[in-house]
């Protein structure tokens, strides 16, 4: 930039930028815009930290403080948040023109977040708040009046909390299991056992965990009427043909479990207030199915059929509620294809498969082909594959190039909880 609006100036051999020179024996001038732009500037600071304007007097310091004041006092980066819960707005006066990275702003929050949260400043456009490891916000990391810090950093285009009054930590990023191992196989298939090397519990009010080492085996019976501790979350019994969710709890000193009917906010018996998820389980009339849980896997002891001898040749889709749970991230898929007799005589086969989480989505796609009678018909092994869970359904569909009849059957092997585990 150039430091001078005269006309009258010196280059600076460095820079090659135009420069005030008071040591020529003509010095060069500081022109009228100069000190006019100087002093503006100075006094856009000092109104922008809502300070009034004092004649200076020099016996006076505060008279010539005021752009020290207005530095320190941090309001030219601080603001009041407009907005609503888990949507901040901040506005300032002048606006601010532009969002550069490792920019620092201050404001104090209208609401308490409560899950993921956004910041919109000077109308620059809704921006992700992430927590100090760059994850969304799990909730109580915001609190009503506090005053919160955040930076923008440019490359993850979202502020990054550094922190707020009022709130005892940043929330840890959910709960996580290590080490989990489980099974329903006691007890007629009305419990669940569960161990696991670690487990870290949160407080979904206050954001406080604990961790608990080695914990289990621990039995849950979802015939214990609750809130109970290794019972269920309410009095009745979950109904049929529904997903039974398991969560290790604690009070602070013991580790339980519990059994609900949410993924998301179990009824937590008197004393115990932190939970990590474990994951979930298909309850037919009364009993659990006969699952295993290894990390974030559970994993069926029978596979489940999904589909049997489809012929869809449009990609079709293929409901998946019974036996992936809604927040299932993803299922394993076993896939098996047949080609049906020729007509006559031997014949050349040629069979197209593709699958997808969307009709329009395909992410496995195969085809095999070959020579056969008409005594034997051909049938591939089973293709195995992880897809992910988009609305608790897939789509399929099934080709023969040469229009032979062809069929395809599904099942699934296992499925993913969102436990933090692997």
């Known amino acids: ?10 280059t600076d051999p460095g820079t090659g930028n135009r420069m005030h020179e008071d040591s020529k024996a003509v010095p060069t001038a500081v022109s009228d815009l100069d000190m006019n732009s100087l002093i503006w500037s100075s006094m856009e600071i000092v109104k922008a930290a809502g300070l009034p304007g004092i004649q200076f007097d020099k016996v ?24 609503a819960a888990n949507a901040a707005v901040l506005d300032f006066a002048p ?11 201050w404001f104090k929050a209208k609401a308490t977040s409560t899950g993921r949260a956004t910041l919109n400043v000077s109308s620059l ?7 100090s490891a760059h994850n969304q916000l799990q909730g109580g990391e915001i609190v009503a009046n506090g005053t919160c810090q955040v930076v923008w950093k440019a490359s993850l285009n979202s502020f990054v909390l550094v922190g707020c009054t009022g709130s005892p930590v940043q929330a840890a990023q959910g709960s996580r299991i290590k080490g989990l191992t489980g099974n329903t196989v006691g007890a007629g298939f009305t419990t669940a056992t569960f161990s696991a090397a670690e487990v870290l519990m949160r407080n979904p009010t206050t954001g406080n965990s604990r961790v608990a080492l080695n914990v289990g085996p621990v039995v849950c019976n979802i015939n214990t009427a609750g809130p109970a501790a290794n019972g269920r979350d309410q009095v009745a019994a979950f109904g049929s043909n529904s997903w039974v969710h398991f969560w290790f709890i604690t009070d602070g000193t013991a580790v339980a479990t519990l059994a609900s009917a949410s993924a998301t906010a179990p009824t937590l018996p008197t004393g115990f207030a932190a939970q990590a998820y474990i994951g979930a389980v298909r309850l037919g009339v009364g009993t659990l199915a006969n699952v295993r849980f290894y990390g974030a896997t559970t994993t069926y002891n029978t596979s489940q059929q999904t589909l049997l001898n489809g012929q869809a040749a449009a990609m079709t889709a293929v409901n998946v509620a019974a036996f992936a749970p809604p927040n299932a991230l993803a299922f394993s898929l076993m896939v098996r294809d047949f080609v049906g007799t020729p007509a006559s005589g031997t014949g050349i086969f040629d069979l197209t498969q593709s699958i997808g989480p969307t009709a329009t989505d395909i992410m496995f796609r195969a085809g095999f082909g070959g020579t056969q009678s ?8 089973g293709w195995t594959f992880l897809v992910p869970n988009i ?3 897939y789509f399929y569909s099934v080709a023969s190039g040469n229009s032979q009849p062809v069929s395809t059957s599904h099942h699934i092997n296992s499925y993913k909880n969102p436990n933090g585990g692997e």
């Open 125 to 131: 456009g809704v921006k992700d708040i992430l927590d």
């Open 60 to 83: 006076n310091p505060a008279s010539y403080r005021l752009l020290l004041k207005a530095l320190r006092s941090n309001a030219l980066v601080s603001g009041l948040d407009t907005g």
């Open 95 to 105: 606006p601010v023109d532009a969002l550069v990275d490792n920019m620092v702003l």
């Open 391 to 393: 609305a608790q359904q």
């Open 1 to 10: 930039m150039d430091y001078t609006l005269s006309n009258s100036y010196d």
């Open 374 to 381: 008409n005594v034997v018909n051909a049938t591939t092994g």
